[in-house]
């Protein structure tokens, strides 16, 4: 394999969390005054950390949200998972093989680590992963777009920037990868083929990664 490293993202990638939580997301920034479709928070956030809701608000309204927003919304989203989230399909089976063919994986994600180990205990993708394997946007400066938490992820599994390959889901996430100087495939089961420009390849089943992978 030309790859030493695969860098997962998580939402979308790992768990199939992101009709959940941007639908939660919609509703709560509707019942708060700010009207928002499903589909505008797919557009604006997915694939994004809690702050950049919190930005594009302020930027838009001139109005912060409330103090206990990210509480709030991360308990709502929980509730939700512990009843709905599953994990994304095929999923197990590209892990089982990275294991057997002795490649090492990680997750670099923009959710803080509480909601990674959560949705990795509901759906049991928790027996793929050690904690050291675990990287959140909570750990870096500066989340995606920024290349930052793809490169400490890089370097604390200790394989150099160009030797690792990321997959993605959502335009913030290749833009990170790309500016990391890093591989990506697109993962094109929610986002458009076209919103994700500038991907090494695209694959709509985890099937299809499997034999990119190899």
Known sequence: MRYELVIFDNDGVLVDSEPISNAILSEYLTELGHPTSYQECLRDYMGSAVHRVHDLVEKRTGEKLPADFDETLHSRIYAAFQQELEPVPGIDDVLGKLVADGVAYCVASSGNHERIRVGHRKTGLDQWFEDEWIFSAEDVGHGKPAPDLFLHAAERMGVP???CVVI?????GVEAARAAGMDVYG???MMSADRLAGVTGYF???SQL???LA
Do not use: A, V
């Not at 993605?168 to 913030?172: F, V």
């Open 168 to 172: 993605e889901d959502s335009p913030l």
């Open 187 to 189: 993962f094109t089961s």
């Open 204 to 206: 709509s089943d985890m």
């Open 161 to 163: 920037p160009e030797r």
């Open 210 to 212: 499997r034999e990119l």
